[in-house]
């Protein structure tokens, strides 16, 4: 079961809007932004910041995928697509963007009910996979910094790895910082003392 979403709907055609707009609040969600364009549907996303974009494809000014990178470009925010026909050239725009759903017209409220759920499953995992990835990026460039820093001291203290790390462990821990922290400011004062060296 969704919690209540906040929703922006866009399409060009006024019974669709009119429709999404009456049925989506019978299933529990609230619109907050109805458009007919593109880029009326990017203003009002930035105005509204909406949990949820159900958007038509093809509009005047701006289609629904380019509204849908635009608004993502601001922050994460799922899409639902909806057209009046099966488009492969569409599928093969889709690329990375949160686009978590896609509906043929004519829709029925079950399968609104259905897009949505799904919807919020996937962009959550979509959520997780992306933050995974990040953390692990990060984890990667924090390794690279603490990795030069022993480098650095096993230069200047002249001893091994392991009693390298074991000191940097010491400090870290006595100057309640991360070990990264530590290797950064490591860094920093290296580039400093490599100027005295080369003077």
């Not at 055609?13 to 609230?30: F, I, T, W």
């Not at 925010?77 to 990375?96: F, N, W, Y």
């Not at 030069?148 to 006595?174: I, N, P």
């Amino acid at each position: 079961m969704n919690p209540r979403l906040r929703i922006a709907v866009a399409d060009d055609d006024r019974d669709m809007r009119e429709y999404l707009a009456e049925v989506l609040p019978r299933l529990g969600h609230e619109v907050v932004a109805v458009a007919e364009s593109g880029r009326q549907l990017t203003d009002h996303s930035h105005a509204t910041t909406p949990d949820l974009v159900i958007t038509d494809i093809k509009m005047p000014d701006m289609d629904g995928l380019e509204a849908a990178v635009m608004i993502n470009r601001e922050r994460p925010t799922p899409v639902v697509l909806v057209s009046a026909h099966h488009d492969d050239e569409i599928m093969t725009r889709l690329g990375a963007e949160p686009i978590m759903g896609y509906l043929v017209k004519p829709i029925t409220e079950a399968e609104l009910k259905t897009v949505i759920t799904v919807g919020m499953l996937r962009f959550r995992h979509f959520m997780a996979l992306r933050k995974e990835a990040t953390d692990l990026r990060q984890a990667l460039e924090d390794r690279k910094v603490i990795e030069r820093a022993k480098g650095v001291l096993m230069r200047r203290l002249r001893v091994d790895e392991e009693e390298a790390f074991r000191r940097l462990r010491s400090l870290a821990s006595q100057q309640n910082l991360k070990l990264v922290e530590l290797g950064r400011r490591i860094m920093s004062a290296e580039e400093i003392l490599s100027q005295f060296d080369r003077a």
